[in-house]
């Protein structure tokens, strides 16, 4: 069993709807939970983080956090075409400090215009 | 303030050659990251590196070595390049929890 899984899509939206992708951990001990997007040969970029379960809202995008069942999720408010790209889920637990991550291996989303 | 950058962006490698990675950040951070991406395996962990002077082993760290020069400089050695090590190869750094990724290395080993 992967310790993050996610859909690998893709996931196909109309434009202005809501996009939702999803990821489940088997560590407990995750402490951190990250979504980063990417673009086709681009570098990942932090979308957003969530420490405490529930939501987390930033603009179009929340963060949607599940403990208990080793569950987070991404919620894309009024999708644009330009959010078509791939969304990594990152988990995180620190030893001494020192972060490791845990990435799954992404999840394509497609906006139609 | 250039964030993390990388050099070089490309590279083609013939097997059994040697080359270094080279990475750097100026956001002042103390872990630094190797990773590698391949299509369908997502990103995995090569090497990190918690502070100056430690490094330590990620998923996959056969057939690589690094360095940690100073607080700003972590680079990455590949001794005898295998075309399993073509990947695109990214570093990255983060301070309490928060990871920002440089623009990549594409390396493809003949």
């Known amino acids: 069993q992967k310790e993050v899984e996610q859909n690998s899509g893709p996931l196909s939206v109309p434009e202005g709807a809501i996009a939702s992708l999803n990821c489940t951990y088997s560590d407990r001990g995750s402490q951190s939970f990250f979504w980063y997007r990417q673009y086709s040969g681009k570098s990942p970029e932090l979308i957003m983080f969530i420490y405490s379960n529930g939501d987390k809202e930033d603009g179009r995008f929340t963060a949607q956090l599940n403990k208990a069942s080793q569950y987070v999720s991404l919620l894309i408010r009024d999708s644009q075409p330009s959010d078509s790209a791939t969304y990594l889920c990152?988990?995180?637990?620190?030893?001494?400090?020192?972060?490791?991550?845990?990435f799954g291996t992404g999840t394509r989303l497609k906006v139609l215009a | 303030n250039a964030g993390v950058t990388q050099t070089p962006k490309f590279q083609v490698l013939k097997t059994g050659q040697s080359m270094t990675l080279q990475c750097a950040q100026d956001?002042?951070?103390?872990?630094m990251y190797w990773y590698r991406q391949d299509p369908g395996m997502g990103l995995r962990l090569i090497y990190y590196s918690a502070s100056e002077g430690t490094t330590d082993k990620g998923e996959v760290p056969n057939g690589y070595n690094v360095s940690r020069l100073n607080k700003r400089e972590f680079s990455l050695r590949l001794e005898s390049a295998a075309p399993s090590q073509t990947s695109v190869y990214f570093c990255?750094?983060?301070?309490?929890?928060?990871?920002?990724f440089g623009p990549g290395t594409r390396l493809t080993v003949l």
């Open positions: 956001m002042n951070h103390n872990s």
């Open positions: 990255a750094s983060s301070e309490v929890g928060t990871q920002y």
């Open positions: 990152a988990v995180t637990h620190s030893t001494s400090g020192t972060y490791k991550y845990i």
